[in-house]
């Protein structure tokens, strides 16, 4: 019996099959945690917090509600402030300036390099102002930003570099893990990540004691001891059934990073004669982590609708640039050409852990006849 091949769906993530692989360990320890009533703080927290710290090399880990709180805790304890100037890549995810945007403090957005959609030190350098205070690369799609040439630009303006390592848990550059460049950098834990809880949650690293223990006061209402105020914070904290999970799947990270990094090699060989289809590649010193796999085509629209009419759902990360959002519409940020472009022809292809081959050939096979059709 031949099987309908539009019904063969291929998600963009399988985060099925990953829970699949920790329930047992998960649903053990939360019946321990749920018996103690232990939900927030706790032990198991610090767990998670130390382990974490020690798997990207960083001297503390803090665990908060969200990536997007985390970056704002990263920005506010490295000393930005309202009416400070942070510079930013044009092309991530709209977390990156919201989170400058709600200190009081001005995104700078700036155009991306054209071979890998990473920030460029060019334009970074070319954008500071006596005004600026942070600089904020965007580890972007399981890569690491090239953070050795932000340094020298950021310490000739007094600048701190703060990481948004939110796609990037496990990728290194000359083997510096992502999020150990900078004074801090903010990461997240949402489900879709390489290392996502069932929830939301995210984490602020840092080598500085100074930094981990500002934002411990402002994640804790500005408390560090109950009913006690020391300055205006706010509530995100890492709760423990979060914890739980992301802990049990810190200990395969390691080898899922290893199995997205198979399936990136078999897409690379499974379109390498497909014409009309860029792909990305791995920069020169990176060991990326591929959390997306993100391909360049023209039509990308026409191209996309024909992949989702065949069940595999692909996406775009992202559509549209921080400076074009409306989010925005009303500052004058100016053109960011190469990351305008992109974003017209930028397409996510399904990667995950347990992905299949025959899962990948079969979107191999759409996409190559979709590229054709156009």
């Given at each position: 019996?031949?099987?309908?091949?539009?019904?063969?769906?291929?998600?963009?993530?399988?985060?099925?099959?990953?829970?699949?692989?920790?329930?047992?360990?998960?649903?053990?320890?939360?019946?321990?945690?749920?018996?103690?009533?232990?939900?927030?703080?706790?032990?198991?927290?610090?767990?998670?917090?130390?382990?974490?710290?020690?798997?990207?090399?960083?001297?503390?880990?803090?665990?908060?509600?969200?990536?997007?709180?985390?970056?704002?805790?990263?920005?506010?304890?490295?000393?930005?402030?309202?009416?400070?100037?942070?510079?930013?890549?044009?092309?991530?995810?709209?977390?990156?300036?919201?989170?400058?945007?709600?200190?009081?403090?001005?995104?700078?957005?700036?155009?991306?390099?054209?071979?890998?959609?990473?920030?460029?030190?060019?334009?970074?350098?070319?954008?500071?102002?006596?005004?600026?205070?942070?600089?904020?690369?965007?580890?972007?799609?399981?890569?690491?930003?090239?953070?050795?040439?932000?340094?020298?630009?950021?310490?000739?303006?007094?600048?701190?570099?703060?990481?948004?390592?939110?796609?990037?848990?496990?990728?290194?550059?000359?083997?510096?893990?992502?999020?150990?460049?900078?004074?801090?950098?903010?990461?997240?834990?949402?489900?879709?990540?390489?290392?996502?809880?069932?929830?939301?949650?995210?984490?602020?690293?840092?080598?500085?004691?100074?930094?981990?223990?500002?934002?411990?006061?402002?994640?804790?209402?500005?408390?560090?001891?109950?009913?006690?105020?020391?300055?205006?914070?706010?509530?995100?904290?890492?709760?423990?059934?979060?914890?739980?999970?992301?802990?049990?799947?810190?200990?395969?990270?390691?080898?899922?990073?290893?199995?997205?990094?198979?399936?990136?090699?078999?897409?690379?060989?499974?379109?390498?004669?497909?014409?009309?289809?860029?792909?990305?590649?791995?920069?020169?010193?990176?060991?990326?982590?591929?959390?997306?796999?993100?391909?360049?085509?023209q039509h990308r629209d026409a191209v996309l609708r024909a992949l989702h009419d065949a069940g595999i759902q692909a996406g775009i990360h992202y559509p549209v640039p921080v400076h074009l959002s409306g989010a925005y519409a009303k500052a004058s940020f100016g053109a960011f050409p190469v990351a305008e472009e992109a974003a017209g022809q930028i397409l996510s292809l399904p990667l995950f852990p347990h992905i299949t081959v025959e899962q990948q050939e079969r979107v191999a096979e759409v996409l190559a006849d979709g590229v054709r059709a156009v």
């Amino acid at each position: 019996m031949s099987v309908d091949v539009h019904l063969q769906v291929v998600p963009l993530v399988d985060l099925v099959a990953q829970q699949a692989e920790v329930h047992d360990e998960v649903m053990a320890e939360l019946a321990s945690v749920l018996s103690t009533a232990a939900f927030i703080g706790g032990p198991v927290v610090a767990a998670f917090e130390a382990a974490y710290a020690s798997f990207v090399g960083a001297s503390h880990c803090v665990g908060v509600g969200n990536g997007t709180d985390a970056l704002e805790l990263a920005l506010r304890a490295g000393g930005v402030r309202a009416g400070g100037e942070v510079i930013l890549p044009a092309n991530t995810f709209i977390a990156t300036a919201e989170a400058v945007s709600r200190i009081g403090a001005v995104p700078v957005p700036v155009d991306v390099d054209p071979d890998y959609l990473l920030i460029s030190p060019a334009a970074v350098a070319a954008a500071v102002t006596s005004r600026t205070q942070a600089i904020v690369p965007v580890h972007l799609f399981g890569q690491t930003a090239f953070v050795e040439q932000l340094s020298p630009i950021a310490e000739s303006c007094g600048a701190v570099i703060i990481e948004d390592a939110a796609q990037s848990q496990g990728a290194t550059r000359f083997g510096r893990h992502a999020g150990t460049w900078g004074l801090a950098a903010g990461t997240s834990f949402y489900p879709g990540k390489n290392l996502g809880a069932a929830g939301d949650a995210g984490a602020v690293l840092t080598d500085d004691p100074a930094v981990a223990a500002r934002v411990r006061l402002l994640s804790a209402h500005g408390s560090s001891e109950k009913y006690h105020h020391e300055v205006i914070g706010f509530n995100s904290r890492l709760d423990t059934v979060q914890a739980v999970v992301l802990k049990a799947k810190l200990a395969r990270l390691h080898l899922w990073n290893l199995r997205r990094r198979e399936a990136a090699e078999r897409y690379a060989a499974l379109l390498a004669d497909v014409p009309g289809v860029e792909l990305p590649r791995e920069a020169p010193g990176n060991a990326d982590v591929w959390h997306l796999y993100v391909v360049r085509v023209q039509h990308r629209d026409a191209v996309l609708r024909a992949l989702h009419d065949a069940g595999i759902q692909a996406g775009i990360h992202y559509p549209v640039p921080v400076h074009l959002s409306g989010a925005y519409a009303k500052a004058s940020f100016g053109a960011f050409p190469v990351a305008e472009e992109a974003a017209g022809q930028i397409l996510s292809l399904p990667l995950f852990p347990h992905i299949t081959v025959e899962q990948q050939e079969r979107v191999a096979e759409v996409l190559a006849d979709g590229v054709r059709a156009v």
